[in-house]
């Protein structure tokens, strides 16, 4: 029996999907698949390279894209990825592909000439998971195998799809639950607002796809950029997980036929 999980992105709150993998292994879940888009392809491809979670979370916490990320004021993005690309070439290797990753792992990014959902799970490694990391107006996009490309949460933000007919138990993190009860008072906010409902539609119709959905819903206190709140965000991720034990435990049995 197979068992996939599909990560979806979230900014900060993906730090998230990293605590959900480390109780993950506790709870002694062995993982056949990994499906991820934006923050969700890195930490899935990260851990798919041997990274622990707690290695990943340190590296997050080590370095600010505010720091990385140069201005060019161009005409598609206003910020390059090149620092970006040189820290996934420094910790993955420059030569990374998917054929070496200990975990098979499937990215998700936006083709933007024609406007469809492009996924990738063979060959270079660095070049998709710069592309599924190029938030679009903010990064300049990626062009890869002739296409252009930025994050894939534009059209996928839950991307399940690549797990079907490949796992026989689908399992989908969503980092992303929205707060009913905000209270709006910024341009910022409600720029970021507004980002997350419209992205949020798109994730809607593909949760019947998930065998089970696990929705931490104390990360929607948490906005898209609280990256020094990383710890925090961690320990959601992980609790949660711990406590939906039970639930994780009942859809592996109901696939392998067990009463």
């Known amino acids: 029996m197979k068992i996939g999980l599909a990560l979806s992105g979230g900014a900060a709150r993906g730090v998230a999907h990293l605590g959900v993998l480390k109780a993950l292994e506790e709870l002694e879940i062995k993982l056949d698949l990994i499906s991820g888009v934006s923050s969700g392809a890195i930490a899935g491809v990260f851990y798919a390279a041997g990274f622990s979670p707690e ?3 340190r590296l997050i916490k080590e370095l600010s894209v505010f720091k990385i990320a140069r201005p060019i004021f161009g ?3 206003l ?17 990374a592909v998917f054929e070496k990753l200990k975990i098979p792992v ?4 936006t083709e933007l000439n024609e406007g469809v959902t492009a996924y990738f799970s063979s060959g270079n490694l660095i070049k998709p998971l710069l592309a599924t990391s190029a ?14 490309l930025c994050d894939g949460g534009l059209l996928n933000n839950m991307p399940i799809d690549p797990l079907h007919g490949n796992c026989d138990v689908k399992i989908g993190v969503h980092v992303n639950p929205i707060n009913h009860n905000a209270n709006l008072r910024t341009i ?7 980002v997350q409902l419209g992205i949020n539609n798109n994730v809607k119709l593909r949760l019947h796809l998930c065998d089970l959905l696990l929705e931490p819903q104390e990360l ?4 898209l ?13 992980y609790r949660y997980t711990l406590n939906m034990e039970k639930n994780i435990r009942k859809v592996i049995s109901s696939s392998q036929g067990e009463p």
């Open 55 to 57: 290695e990943i979370l």
């Open 75 to 77: 005409k598609l993005g």
């Open 79 to 95: 910020m390059h990825l090149d620092e970006v690309e040189k820290l996934f070439e420094k910790y993955l290797g420059a030569d």
């Open 106 to 109: 499937i990215i998700t990014a």
């Open 135 to 148: 938030v679009p107006i903010l990064y300049q996009p990626v062009s890869y195998n002739n296409k252009l």
């Open 188 to 194: 910022r906010s409600m720029i970021e607002r507004s």
């Open 220 to 223: 929607q206190h948490y906005r």
């Open 225 to 237: 950029t609280s990256f020094r709140k990383a710890d925090e965000i961690f320990e959601i991720g």
